[in-house]
């Protein structure tokens, strides 16, 4: 099963639904989402290694068997499939494919010689970060790397964009006239 863009879209209202009565499972998924781990063979992993259990059940301070339950819901028994419905085994299907290809963003490294511009936006706004992209480039300078938070997993979604040379004062001036900015600011991390 292929994913397409309704089902990446619809696929927060479908967790949602299927832990409706269950937060600390909620929470499981967005560290899971968070932390770039997949699913797989019922087991949670960081690329090829396994990470138990207890490990997530302690990071989110809850006890192991929710993370046991959590992945329990999302790869149920044959027995409990057979009695779902379609719409059920579809939704089902579309978790099980999104956590199992999630994989870590890579290499992300602070250093001291980077310049960072970290900006709060309007997540229904559409464009902000090719227009942010767009005004930096315009003053030639080289962007290294781009980290964007997913408003539905960080209760303060950012854009951070890191630069190897100073971002002029007149180009915040203008990120923060973009439609949907809310804050920008700058200076080395």
Do not use: H
């Amino acid at each position: 099963m292929s994913l397409n863009k309704d089902d990446l879209e619809n696929f927060w209202k479908i967790i949602k639904n299927l832990f409706k009565k269950s937060p600390k499972k909620i929470e499981v998924i967005k560290l899971l989402l968070m932390s770039g781990f997949s699913i797989k063979n019922k087991k949670i992993y960081c690329n090829n290694i396994e990470i138990p259990n207890t490990s997530i059940a302690s990071a989110l301070k809850i006890d192991r068997r929710s993370v046991i339950g959590t992945i329990e819901k999302i790869y149920p028994s044959n027995n409990e499939i057979s009695k779902l419905n379609d719409e059920d085994k579809k939704n089902l299907a579309i978790i099980q494919k999104v956590l199992n290809n999630i994989f870590p963003v890579g290499i992300f490294v602070w250093d001291n010689n980077k310049k960072v511009i970290e900006v709060t936006a309007d997540s229904k706004e559409f464009g902000i970060i090719s227009n942010v992209t767009k005004f930096i480039a315009d003053e030639k300078i080289s962007i290294r790397q781009i980290i964007a938070t997913d408003p539905d997993l960080d209760l303060n979604p950012r854009l951070t964009i890191f630069t190897n040379e100073e971002v002029p004062g007149e180009t915040l001036s203008k990120i923060l006239e973009i439609k949907g900015v809310l804050t920008a600011s700058y200076g080395k991390r």
